[in-house]
């Protein structure tokens, strides 16, 4: 079982609509987590931080639930240049190295 | 301020060949860390560097081996390279006290062929 496990899509969805993707992680090393957004062929860009109390970042909301150990992303009023892969990610170890989800692609159609 | 550069950008192999990755960080970062990201898959964790010592490695042979130089920069290397070695290999650079800091290069691109 991959330690970070996200639903790999692809989701496709007409711009101004809202969308949530969901990740479930394994591993209780990591103390952190993340989602990172890569654009094709691009290197992983830093979205968001993910907190226990939730937050908020613009039309961008993270939650995270330790006791399930689910972390959420959620987009509202998406737009055509939110298509991306948007990876979960877990953070932790003594090098506070990263562990990748496989990523979720999204797809916003005008 | 140069952010994370790597070299080259893309690169053919042979299998059984050997292979150098190159980083420099991103200005004012004392730390580098390098990831295998196959095609369709999230980037894998293969080791850190910081003081010119590996600090942790994540489940790579030990075909892969790094080194981390006094200016900072470092070296991927790879041997007896399988096809299965086939993709992006991601530097990622952050300062040690800042833990999760990461600033990504935008990878070179390998090809066993």
């Known amino acids: 079982r991959k330690e970070v496990e996200q639903d790999p899509g692809p989701f496709n969805v007409p711009e101004g609509a809202t969308v949530a993707f969901n990740c479930t992680y394994s591993?209780?090393?990591?103390?952190?987590f993340f989602w990172y957004r890569q654009d094709c062929r691009k290197e992983p860009k830093l979205l968001m931080s993910v907190y226990s109390s939730g937050n908020e970042d613009g039309r961008f909301t993270a939650q995270l639930n330790r006791a399930s150990q689910y972390i959420s992303l959620l987009i509202r009023e998406s737009k055509l240049s939110d298509s991306a892969t948007y990876l979960c990610v877990g953070g932790g170890g003594s090098a506070r190295q990263l562990t990748f989800g496989s990523g979720t692609q999204l797809t916003v159609l005008p | 301020d140069a952010g994370v550069t790597q070299s080259p950008t893309h690169l053919i192999k042979t299998r059984g060949q050997q292979v150098t990755l190159r980083c420099s960080p991103k200005?004012?970062?004392?730390?580098v860390s390098w990831y295998q990201q196959a095609l369709g898959q999230g980037p894998q964790f293969i080791f850190q560097y910081y003081e010119e010592e590996e600090r942790q490695r994540g489940n790579f042979p030990d075909r892969f081996s790094g080194h981390q130089f006094p200016n900072y920069s470092s070296e991927l290397n790879v041997n007896a390279l399988l096809l299965g070695d086939s993709a992006l290999y991601l530097c990622a650079s952050s300062l040690v006290q800042d833990a999760y800091g990461y600033t990504f290069g935008s990878g070179t691109r390998l090809t066993v062929v």
């Open positions: 591993n209780s090393a990591s103390q952190s």
């Open positions: 200005s004012g970062h004392d730390t």
